[in-house]
């Protein structure tokens, strides 16, 4: 367990210097399945879910879709943190859905509002094509793992 510990920390370490999240998102399941990348923005974590076919629900984005969004983009925002060393774990996320998504990327991006050791809060804005026009809003409390 000590080496998976310590890999996961070089991980991290690499991916904050190296801003090359793509093994960091391989780790997430969800945003494997649902094609979610990342990359560092306006010092912020931003990720863009890519388009496909199987996203779609009735003729707009699935809201289960968004909301994975929604959850990886506060999850991988904690974790590009330089004092994150651990796997965040989601106690709770509420999320609220503003407009339908259309048929294209959808990008989500993560602020924190409060990171204490124990518990960090994370605030969540999706969008599409216009940054102004937010599709959905969430916000995220995780148990920060000692």
Do not use: K
């Not at 959850?71 to 330089?82: I, T, Y």
């Not at 509002?113 to 409390?141: D, F």
Request: with cysteine; glycine share 8%; hydrophobic share 45%.
């Amino acid at each position: 367990m000590a080496s998976s510990s310590a890999s996961f920390v070089e991980l991290l370490r690499q991916a904050r210097q190296g801003h090359d999240y793509g093994p960091l998102t391989a780790l997430i399941p969800s945003a494997r399945l649902f094609r979610i990348g990342l990359e560092a923005a306006e010092g912020h974590a931003r990720c863009r879910m890519t388009y496909a076919p199987e996203l779609v629900g009735f003729q707009s984005l699935h809201g289960g879709a968004l909301g994975a969004l929604l959850e990886s983009s506060a999850l991988f925002e904690l974790l590009l943190q330089e004092d994150t060393e651990r796997m965040p774990r989601l106690i709770s996320l509420t999320t609220e859905f503003l407009r339908a998504g259309g048929l294209q990327d959808t990008f989500a991006q993560g602020f924190v509002t409060r990171q204490g050791r124990r518990v960090a809060n994370v605030r969540v804005e999706a969008w599409q094509q216009e940054r102004s026009r937010l599709i959905a809003t969430a916000h995220a409390t995780f148990l920060m793992v000692p």
